[in-house]
């Protein structure tokens, strides 16, 4: 069993910048992936960024590209989402998701907010 732990939300103005990590325990392989999500209020959960093929590849939704940067140590269990120039628009819970591609297998945190507001 894998479980999952998100931290560094918050509260931040527009143009700020929020990290968050997030930390995997259990039995991790280098074959799996990581990747945040994110869900506003009346919205659905969105795929934000990934980080695959043993952490050699990434992947992002088009809203945050060249903003919001995603790294980790997959074997280690780590993911961090370093996120810049924040809008009003990236408010939301934030979760981090484990994926064992073998097994279709996925791994949730309970998630941490971000509000971005003035």
């Known amino acids: 069993q894998v479980q999952v732990v998100e931290s560094g939300g918050g509260l931040v103005q527009p143009g700020g910048s929020l990290r968050l990590s997030c930390a995997a325990s259990?039995?991790?392989?280098?074959?799996?992936?990581m990747a945040w999500y994110r869900q506003a209020p009346g919205k659905q959960r969105e795929l934000v960024a990934e980080?695959?093929?043993?952490?050699?590849?990434?992947k992002y939704v088009d809203t945050v590209k060249g903003r919001f940067t995603i790294s980790g140590d997959i074997a280690g269990g780590t993911v961090y989402l370093q996120m810049n120039s924040l809008k009003t628009e990236d408010a939301a819970i934030y979760y981090c998701?484990?994926?064992?591609?073998?097994?279709?297998?996925?791994?949730w945190g309970q998630g941490t907010q971000v509000t971005v507001s003035t």
């Open positions: 980080l695959t093929n043993g952490g050699l590849a990434t």
């Open positions: 998701l484990v994926r064992d591609p073998w097994y279709n297998r996925d791994y």
């Open positions: 259990g039995e991790i392989f280098r074959r799996y992936d």
